[in-house]
């Protein structure tokens, strides 16, 4: 099994930064990915950003150019660097691992408990 561990967010006045981590923990797996999505009030979970296993990124169109994800493969940890945050960005922000499981051959994706993230002037 996977445990994640988010810390980071809180609350930022508008153009300041925040600092998202997320570490995996457990044995017998392997990462293949790992992404933060977030979920606003009265709105869908969407994905912000992910990185895989061989470092290939992606953003949401809506985060490119603020947003970097970073992860460090020797901790199971992935960051999201949020700078000149905007009141839309406001929501809960989820870790989410994609891992493959050794003693059950099969892929699994995880969650984190989710973090709160407030813009606000």
């Known amino acids: 099994q996977v445990q994640l561990v988010e810390s980071g967010g809180g609350l930022a006045q508008p153009g300041e930064s925040l600092r998202l981590s997320c570490a995996a923990s457990?044995?017998?797996?392997?990462?293949?990915?790992m992404a933060w999505y977030r979920q606003a009030p009265g709105k869908q979970r969407e994905l912000v950003a992910q990185?895989?296993?061989?470092?290939?990124?992606n953003y949401a169109d809506s985060v490119k150019g603020r947003f970097t994800i970073s992860r460090d493969g020797a901790k199971n940890t992935v960051y999201l660097e949020m700078n000149s945050l905007k009141p839309e960005d406001t929501a809960v922000y989820y870790c989410n691992v994609r891992a493959y499981i050794i003693a059950l051959l099969v892929t699994t994706t995880y969650w984190g408990q989710g973090t709160q993230v407030t813009v606000s002037s």
């Open positions: 457990g044995s017998g797996f392997s990462i293949r990915a």
């Open positions: 990185i895989t296993s061989g470092g290939t990124t």
